[in-house]
């Protein structure tokens, strides 16, 4: 006895996630505004400290 079974379509899976990578470029300028802020707060966070270390030496 033989069965002869014939499979015509695929069925999707039921959670397919969508993945979309974002291109380069736009890493890049994410990046580099994360860069750009993290210097900036870092150079405002040392003048105030500089400015209150030499304001309490005096």
Do not use: D, H, Q, Y
Not at 4 to 19: K, L, Q, V
Not at 32 to 52: E, H, Q, R, T, Y
Request: aromatic letters at 12%.
């Amino acid at each position: 006895m033989t069965t002869n079974i014939t499979i015509t379509e695929r069925a999707a899976p039921a959670a397919a996630p969508m993945r979309r990578a974002l291109p380069g470029w736009v890493w890049f300028i994410a990046l580099w505004c994360v860069g750009v802020g993290g210097a900036m707060s870092l150079g405002f966070a040392f003048k105030i400290l500089m400015n209150l270390t030499l304001f309490a030496v005096k």
